[in-house]
Each structure stands twice: as structure tokens, then as C-alpha cells.
T-cell receptor
Framework: GIQVEQSPPDLILQEGANSTLRCNFS?????LQWFHQNPWGQLINLFY???GTKQNGRLSATTVATERYSLLYISSSQTTDSGVYFC???????????FGSGTKLNVKP | DTGVSQNPRHKITKRGQNVTFRCDPI?????LYWYRQTLGQGPEFLTY????????KSRLLSDRFSAERPKGSFSTLEIQRTEQGDSAMYLC??????????????FGPGTRLTVL
């Protein structure tokens, strides 16, 4: 399989601050997703981004496939951004997705 | 698009009992995945189906676990003779056929299992 590593494991921010979450993966992938897990355990899709850059409101993501990493940017953070952020990756022609261990974000008012 | 649904949302059982969970994927999604998530960890892959065929199973899926997807629609995950170590969140996800370029997974709300 592939190794998926996320950093930092924990992050505390003051409301309004910006942050960058990182996801490194050990092999070439053709599927990479970012999720936000809410306090009830639901995984919410943020980005499907095997390569390139996407933006959605205050969130944006960039995947540099050749260098095997992806970044999730959160700007002007809000308390509702709190939770755990996961990236998940899958290699081409393989079926299994591999998740990182997550970044736990706490945004304080 | 009604999303992926899972039932029950919570299940409390005694050690040794059998439990069954159900997942209804997004309609027309060919692929269906089961994951298990324990506290403080990311989801771990258990098994996946393409239509009704179970094409891959993780070594995490012991003989006490069985999954089915009759007619390629909903799926069930059964755990026999539950153990306390089975306590976890069980997540289901679905996606379109991976031969298409766009193959995004969508997750259900999960079933939280507690084995006493």
C-alpha cells in the first residue's frame, strides 16, 4: 500500500487566522480527497484534487503529484472550521483508499 | 441525490452477539466501500464492491465479518460473535465506476458500534 502522513497532528488557531495543512503520500496517486469530519463523525467532502489547485470560498487546496504532497489552506478561520481534517489517497488501478491520521483543528473565538 | 445513508446510527450490543449494519449508496454509484474508524485514527479500508461483486477484502476483515451487496444496490455488513475490540465507527462510502476520470467518494454518517 501507500503511506499517507498528515501534519501537523494538532493545530490551535485564533478565529480569523490562516492555516496550512499538509498531506504527504509515498507513491503516485490518481485519486486524492480532503475531508472534514464533524463532531458527529460525518466525513464532509472538501476537495477531490489528484493534481492542480482548487478553491471553494475560504478553503483552497493544491496537489503537486510529482512531489507527492497536497496542501489544504484555510483562510480567515471560523469556530465552525473546528474538527478533524483527513486526506485520503488511492493509487492508479488499485481499489483501496488510504487515509492519513488526520489534523485536529481547534479554532478559538 | 439523497446521499449515502446508513442504519442504524448507533448500536450497543453485548459481547458474543451478532450485529448487522446496512448501507444505501448514492443511486447509480457502482462502487461501495466499508471502512472502520477507531478513536483518534483515520478510517481503515475493510472491503469494497463493484456492483454486486466483492472484489477486495482487507486482512482486518476476520472470519467473523461478512459483507454482501445483493443486486448491486444496498450493502450489509455483519459481525458475528462480537468482541469488545470491534467497538468502532463503521463507515460506508460510494463512488462512480473508477474507469471514469472522476471518481470521488461520498461517505454516509456511519454506524457507531459499542460492544459491552
Amino acid at each position: 500500500g501507500i503511506q499517507v502522513e498528515q501534519s501537523p497532528p494538532d493545530l490551535i488557531l485564533q478565529e480569523g487566522a490562516n492555516s496550512t495543512l499538509r498531506c504527504n503520500f509515498s507513491d503516485s496517486v490518481n485519486n486524492l480527497q480532503w475531508f472534514h469530519q464533524n463532531p458527529w463523525g460525518q466525513l464532509i467532502n472538501l476537495f477531490y484534487i489528484p493534481s492542480g489547485t482548487k478553491q471553494n470560498g475560504r478553503l483552497s487546496a493544491t496537489t503537486v503529484a510529482t512531489e507527492r504532497y497536497s496542501l489544504l489552506y484555510i483562510s480567515s478561520s471560523q469556530t465552525t472550521d473546528s474538527g478533524v481534517y483527513f486526506c485520503a489517497a488511492r493509487r492508479y488501478n488499485f481499489n483501496k483508499f488510504y487515509f492519513g491520521s488526520g489534523t485536529k483543528l481547534n479554532v478559538k473565538p | 441525490d439523497t446521499g449515502v445513508s446508513q442504519n442504524p446510527r448507533h448500536k450497543i450490543t453485548k459481547r458474543g452477539q451478532n450485529v448487522t449494519f446496512r448501507c444505501d449508496p448514492i443511486s447509480e454509484h457502482n462502487r461501495l466501500y466499508w471502512y472502520r474508524q477507531t478513536l483518534g485514527q483515520g478510517p481503515e479500508f475493510l472491503t469494497y464492491f463493484q456492483n454486486e461483486a466483492q472484489l477486495e477484502k482487507s486482512r482486518l476483515l476476520s472470519d467473523r465479518f461478512s459483507a454482501e451487496r445483493p443486486k448491486g444496490s444496498f450493502s450489509t455488513l455483519e459481525i458475528q460473535r462480537t468482541e469488545q475490540g470491534d467497538s468502532a465507527m463503521y463507515l460506508c462510502a460510494s463512488s462512480r465506476d473508477s474507469r471514469r476520470q472522476y471518481n470521488e467518494q461520498f461517505f454516509g454518517p456511519g454506524t457507531r458500534l459499542t460492544v459491552l
